[in-house]
């Protein structure tokens, strides 16, 4: 079965303080592995997608990085409006187009 | 925003009703979904769709059902309402023309309390 586990569940930041989140992942083939942010009251808004092992993709302060077996999520410098749920999904080998997403890690970012 | 519409945003009913929510897009997106989001199981599939008629179910697919007769349409029913679906609701979109293994794009839900 395939899954999806994101580390820590929740992180208090002070603004300024670089940090990362991890994303782990058991599958049987990898397709696409992507990144989200939501906001309270909000569905998920895309931020990355990273398909093979040494990739790395950049946006703001945000880099999204891959090995064969989890994705880190960096975040140098945030700043308060940062402060969010991000979540992992991962697209499998097997035709669907559909994700598989962990429960998310809860981003606060303190001024 | 990616052009969908979920309705209604906010639904209220009572156990044992049908519901039944939907979800529009103007993207002309082949791939529909919906999931569902509640606290400590994080976004689960219910139902997908990859075209006009063509379904297929997700991990909670039990009491729920879907029907895609348009492109641009995709409507989940409740049969019979409980209190374990009690929810927020979140229908998305992927695979525009000539895409492929392409991220999902959401919309913003709709909060099912179901008393």
């Known amino acids: 079965e395939d899954q999806v586990t994101q580390s820590p569940e929740a992180l208090r930041l002070q603004e300024g303080e670089s940090s990362s989140l991890n994303c782990s992942y058991t599958v049987s083939g990898l397709r696409g592995l992507f990144w989200y942010r939501q906001d309270p009251g909000k569905g998920p808004e895309f931020l990355f997608t990273l398909y093979s092992a040494g990739e790395e993709k950049e946006k703001e302060r945000l880099k999204a990085t891959l090995t064969k077996k989890e994705s880190f999520l960096h975040i140098t410098a945030p700043k308060p409006e940062d402060s969010a749920t991000y979540l992992c999904?991962?697209?499998?080998?097997?035709?669907?187009?559909?994700?598989?997403f962990g429960k998310g890690t809860k981003l606060t970012v303190n001024p | 925003d990616a052009g969908i519409t979920q309705s209604p945003r906010h639904k209220v009913t009572e156990t044992g009703t049908p519901v039944t929510l939907r979800c529009h897009q103007t993207e002309n997106h082949r791939y529909m979904y919906w999931y569902r989001q509640d606290p400590g199981h994080g976004l689960r599939l219910i139902h997908y769709?990859?075209?006009?008629?063509?379904?297929d179910k997700g991990e909670v697919s039990d009491g729920y059902s879907v029907s895609r007769s348009k492109t641009e349409d995709f409507l989940l029913t409740l049969e019979s309402a409980t209190s374990s679906q009690t929810s927020v609701y979140f229908c998305a979109i992927s695979g525009g023309a000539g895409s492929y293994n392409s991220p999902l794009h959401f919309g913003n839900g709709t909060r099912l309390t179901v008393t």
């Open positions: 769709s990859y075209g006009v008629k063509d379904t």
């Open positions: 999904a991962v697209r499998t080998q097997g035709g669907s187009e559909k994700l598989v």
